[in-house]
């Protein structure tokens, strides 16, 4: 009985005027989860967090860089199912989905170089290193530009959509390449210190600030797909009649 | 442009299109299970391929200076970098392997944005999707004259490159090996970056974007192989791995680019 409701919730989510009102019931819940996590994340990462014993204070920044980096690589997974989806079931709102992501993946590698070149300048005492990791984020960068690009490039947004998922599946594919080449290729930065399985070789104290960050960057990744969205439905439907009723004042 | 048109068609019109000729009777479902010598002959699943991918090297042969451009602007650079740098010899050496093939990369760009372009424009690209066949047979002859053309040239002529930037002799066949397993990736790869931006407005800019980093790993390897073999290492290891790229390469990028195609013309 349940499983029957949600199966029919689920098909009339994909239709544009229903999604509509589920983003915007769902949205604000997210916004507030991501306000609450990353306060207490950043309170816990820049009062509770002892500071490292190398690098002092400056380290707290990894709070907001590792989050990024992960929640860069995060978007790109989940694009890439929307991404699969799209093609196989050409579902309009799925399209729609994981075009919205591209953006907000952009941000957060951006927001990761940022930090990361910020971190950079007093630790290795230079803004840019041609460094492994440092470079395949760049080139994740790239590829979510080259996403976005050739998405604006289509005056027909479907066509458009589906010419950029067969892009982001391609990336898909290649990115782990990219990755180890890169890697082989030079590495600077500090190896991977937390592990899901074993031992993490990072100090315990400065776990839970990382964890509430990393919730605080899904809540926001959750929050500003809905938005984006919304407003991508809105723009594209502008002449149909579900938008008229829900924009004009009821008169 | 006009008489580049005019050109175009008229070759395909004398090299013969399968799909033109063929009798409407071959179209029904018996055509294809006719023995290979059997009047009217239903033409193999290699027919047209083969079909388009002679007409291209007769076109290309034709218009030979056209197609050897990308040649030209590969020296072109290649002469810009000991002007750019300074002509001593050691840094020269030292550079030699990574500009000669970021060099072919950016010739390979050249021909990239006419790879499907004119037979968009005159609706050929549709009927690559009206036939019976798939149109995978022909993406990948289009894929193999692209190689032939720009690719070929680049290996051919890249120890002349190669002593113009005072590469180390010993790394000299590395360099021409790895090209030559490198450049058909560069061509794959090209030209699914092609078939993506194939109707868009700004298509050449954004053609350059899309493919610089997918082609990522390729420069890696390939430059890491001829550097190991200047050190007088043994460069192995990366060309296996480069060669492993290509393979990959090979294997999906066609599907790629059909389904890109596909989408662009319907």
Known sequence: MIWKTLKIWFHKLGSAPSFYRFAQVVAPWLWAGFAISAGIGLYLALYVAPPDYQQGDSARILYIHVPAAWQAMFIYGAMSVLAVIALIWRIRLTEILAMSCAPIGAAMALICLATGSIWGKPMWGTWWEWDARLTSMLVLLFIYIGIMGLYAAFDDHRKGARIASVLILAGAVNLPIIHFSVEWWNTLHQGQTIRLMGESSMDPSMLPPLIWMVIATKLFFGAALLDRARNELLAQDQSKNWVRQKVLPAS | MKARIVDHKSAGERTGSPYRDRPATAISSSGESQPAGAEPASPGILAAPLALLGRDLKLAMRRLGESLLPLFFLFTVIILIPLGVGPGPNLLARMAPGM????????????????FRPDLEDATLEQWFVGRQSAYGRVVARLVSH???????VIVF?????????????ALPTLVLSLAIGTPALSLLGGLAAALTLSTRGASVLLSILIFPLIVPLVIFATGAVAMAADGMNPDAHLGLLAAFTILAATLAPFGITAALRMNVE
């Open chain 2, 100 to 115: 000669i093939w970021v060099a072919a990369l950016l010739a390979s760009l050249l021909a990239l944005e006419h790879l």
């Open chain 2, 147 to 153: 190689w032939l053309i720009t690719g070929l040239p």
């Open chain 2, 158 to 170: 890249s120890p002349v490159a190669a002593e113009m930037l005072n590469l180390p002799r010993e």
